[in-house]
């Protein structure tokens, strides 16, 4: 733990493991696994063409951090709580678990693209990339697709790959 250091962009939720410019060589264990074929693969097929690696960065989100309300006009808006990220035609989140991952232990969660998509049509475009309460998720879930969303949890055993596009 005394090796890690909050994000240096105001995001006190998200904390970056710092590497050692040795540690983004191409031979070196990170960088490797990035282009590993188990990872490459599936990314590939996705994406329908060979994918860049833009970065590899390893970030922890610790339970230790309150979250702030999620009202419409807070603008402490965090990456916890739903959101889209930034536009893209396609994109490839790789998350690899290094602990074993609960449901109770804070897991990345998705709303699956059809749901998310008809959920941001029914917010329109203003909203677009606004973070929601899950209570306001849920209430256009509800409004927009006449019933819950789906809610998918990467959870697993250490070692468990997940494979996201937050776009």
Known sequence: RDKLERSGAGKDYLVRVPCAPEDLELDSPLVRLALHPSIVGPASGYLGALPVLREVVLLHSPNDVPLPTAEPDDTEYNSLYPHIDE??????????????????????????????????????????????????????????????????????????VTFADSC
């Open 87 to 160: 536009p893209a035609d396609r994109h490839m989140r790789v998350l690899l678990h290094v602990l074993d991952v609960t449901d109770s232990s804070g897991p990345f969660t998705l709303v699956p693209g059809q749901d998310s998509d008809r959920i941001t049509d029914g917010l329109g475009r203003a909203r677009y990339l606004n973070r929601l309460s899950d209570a306001a998720l849920f209430a256009e879930g509800r409004k927009s697709l006449g019933r819950d969303p789906e809610i998918v949890r990467a959870t697993g055993p250490a070692g468990t």
